[in-house]
């Protein structure tokens, strides 16, 4: 699980990816037989691909997930989205981990944040 | 805690708020003194406010949560932005809920959704 912390992004324009799935069967936590490993692969992986920015994501008890990947650019996002590995899972994702899923591709215009203590806007 | 499927929502375009916002103190289930209360009444008058699509929303039990409402328009997040009750939410979450947080304004450019048996591109 990564830190408690909001991805720390540059300043806007840059793409926001919104994934958000229904774990199928069993909801517990970690999810269905790989479904864990694999995540955590596939973040190692995204990690490394060129023009990502962060990642911030959570799941609730009842199976729901959101993750939201940020990118620099379309390009950066559809090298990430015809990454073999990355395509073999969400194939095998579909057959046997979520009962359903959204996937929004989004260009971030603006962005704020916040640390307690005095206020930090961002640029 | 609502349905356990993602939000279901139009055709793009349409925007996205990406909120991630990390709980202060104790990250207990719940989190701290009247912030669920707080964000269910938020969730249900976000709901009833012009040009609301719908919410995705999930905390992890570090505190990390990430919250993502989807909105017709610019002017309807504006106006959602200037709702006292959601002002006032928002000055009393600085001063005792939140750690930190990051707000992200994107425009949907487009979606995919997926429901367990025949796939079901969105438009």
Request: zero cysteines; charged letters at 20%.
């Amino acid at each position: 699980m990564p830190d408690p912390t909001p991805a720390s992004l540059p300043a806007p324009p840059y793409y926001a990816v919104v994934f958000t799935a229904v774990l199928s069967g069993a909801a517990a936590e970690g999810g269905p037989d790989g479904y864990q490993e694999t995540d955590d692969r596939l973040m190692k992986l995204a990690a490394d691909q060129p023009g990502f920015l962060g990642v911030d994501a959570a799941r609730r008890a009842d199976g729901l997930g959101v993750t939201v990947s940020y990118w620099r650019d379309e390009e950066s996002i559809a090298a990430w989205r015809e990454h073999m590995e990355h395509a073999l899972a969400r194939a095998y994702g579909r057959e046997h981990w979520y009962a359903s899923f959204a996937l929004h591709v989004a260009k971030v215009e603006r962005s704020y944040g916040f640390t307690s203590g005095p206020a930090t806007p961002r640029p």
